[in-house]
């Protein structure tokens, strides 16, 4: 499965939120749901400004995401892979975010290749992200815990690939 999460923002609470962090970590629950049925990913998201984002998934499996720049490498331990890709900037959370528009008190809207994303804000904190993905999945990304301007070492931002993955070129 292809996991590239996009989020949003805009000139106004979003936007300023977002503007002044430099740095931003997360619990999250991302929920999947297809043919009535859901999937839920449980992990950390950690962001640190202008173009570093690590995703890393730890229930029900284990599964890390790392994008720096317009680099993107998908780390699978269980199946002893890694996916490299190269990625345009469209894709990449910070750019998302910082193009969402607010359409009521806390919620703003993102429009990216025709695909529409709702970003809710609580306690002027972001809370939840909300889209379909390419085969009209539904999928919900709520934050637990989100902290700002916390300390994130560089190094948590490049990964470390066993030498007897596998490796995806894509």
Not at 27 to 55: A, H, M
């Amino acid at each position: 499965m292809k996991i590239i999460i996009a989020l949003i923002l805009t000139n106004t609470l979003l936007s300023a939120f977002f503007e002044n962090v430099s740095n931003f970590q997360s619990k999250f629950r991302q929920t999947i749901t297809s043919d009535g049925k859901d999937i839920i990913y449980e992990g950390e998201l950690y962001i640190k400004r202008p173009s570093s984002v690590l995703w890393l998934y730890q229930k029900p499996i284990r599964k890390s995401i790392y994008i720096r720049d317009h680099s993107l490498f998908m780390i699978e331990p269980d199946l002893e892979q890694v996916i490299i890709k190269s990625i345009s900037k469209s894709l990449q959370l910070v750019k998302i975010l910082e193009s969402s528009k607010k359409i009521s008190a806390n919620r703003y809207v993102a429009t990216i290749k025709d695909k529409k994303y709702l970003i809710i804000l609580k306690k002027s904190m972001l809370f939840r992200i909300i889209y379909s993905d390419e085969v009209e999945n539904s999928i919900e990304i709520t934050f637990i815990d989100p902290r700002v301007d916390i300390e994130i070492n560089d190094k948590k931002f490049f990964p470390n690939i066993p030498s007897d993955f596998d490796r995806i070129y894509q």
